[in-house]
């Protein structure tokens, strides 16, 4: 019998608890939403956080604040965010970045996996491979056949330590067999400057930071880091197509809330989410970036983000990429 009664009290206090979850997800927004971005205005997901929080607003008529926090990699918007209610007023705008940190910081004030819970993902992007225009070079397949009968000459910059340009180029390295050699800078503007002004030999870059400046012939792109070709460049390569079968490399973006969040209102975040990026508006601004808009379930995405981080550490050991 005493088994009996705490097994019904145990029903009763499940039952109770998922009924008080589900009524407040139905009552949910009744105030303000903020949505902390860890990086600089006009960046993708700056860009994301206000497109998305512009159209969350007018439907669900609450404001929905966008608040940047920089520093250290967006570790500091991702801290504040941890250590948020866990009621779906405070999330988090972030970026492949996210995953990656756990492989270059010794210690974060933060647990990637324990403290957040997924909402969705919003954005996935390919890069491009820059080269000067003054380079003898004149496609992927090239550069790998040069850097294979030259190893450590070839040169490449980055937007930092650990960044993701650079677990971009140590991927070619790892898949290509070459041995390159890393220019680190200290952001995506002077990574690319570096290329322009022929001190190293390339860079990957986020697709909308070049777009302009291929456009304008101040580097060429000579491959794209996705598994297909382009829509706006149909006639650039991809990089596996180009001497290194199987490369893949996208930058992606997504929403996140803190640890605990109560899962009806992760759930109709995510919903929410999903209607605003299949908007056609929607979709036609995220193209303009050289981001495809994409969302998928609260579950999905934790588990997407728990093997990036497990890829993330597999490359940064085997590269020799040491935690700060």
Aim: with cysteine.
């Amino acid at each position: 019998m005493i088994l009996l009664s705490r097994l019904l009290q145990a029903i009763f206090l499940a039952s109770f608890c998922l009924f008080t979850h589900t009524s407040y997800a139905q009552s949910y927004p009744t105030q303000a939403i903020k949505i902390i971005v860890g990086f600089s205005p006009g960046g993708v997901p700056d860009i994301a956080a206000r497109v998305i929080g512009q159209h969350m607003s007018e439907n669900w008529k609450q404001a929905v604040v966008v608040e940047n926090k920089l520093g250290a990699g967006s570790n500091i918007a991702a801290q504040v965010v941890a250590n948020a209610p866990s009621d779906g007023y405070t999330l988090l705008s972030i970026s492949s970045a996210f995953a990656i940190s756990p492989a270059i910081y010794s210690s974060l004030a933060f647990d990637p996996i324990k403290d957040f819970s997924g909402i969705t993902l919003t954005a996935t992007g390919p890069a491009l491979v820059l080269i000067s225009p003054n380079l003898k070079m004149n496609s992927m397949k090239e550069l790998i056949e040069y850097a294979l009968k030259n190893p450590g000459k070839v040169t490449y910059s980055s937007a930092g330590v650990g960044s993701g340009s650079h677990f971009a180029a140590e991927l070619i390295q790892a898949k290509a067999g070459v041995e390159l050699l890393h220019i680190p800078t200290k952001g995506i503007p002077d990574a690319i400057t570096e290329v322009m002004s022929e001190r190293v030999d390339f860079f990957i870059s986020p697709y909308a930071s070049a777009i302009n400046l291929v456009r304008a012939g101040k580097v060429r792109a000579i491959a794209i880091t996705s598994t297909k070709r382009f829509k706006d460049l149909p006639a650039l390569p991809t990089v596996s197509e180009s001497g290194v079968p199987g490369y893949k490399w996208e930058f992606w973006y997504g929403l996140m809330a803190p640890a605990k969040t109560p899962k009806p209102i992760l759930q109709k975040i995510a919903l929410e989410v999903k209607r605003i990026l299949e908007l056609p508006s929607v979709k036609e601004r995220f193209d303009e970036l050289g981001t495809t808009a994409i969302s998928n379930t609260p579950e999905q995405f934790d588990k997407f983000i728990a093997a990036e981080i497990t890829d993330f550490a597999r490359l940064a050991k085997q590269s020799g990429i040491k935690p700060e």
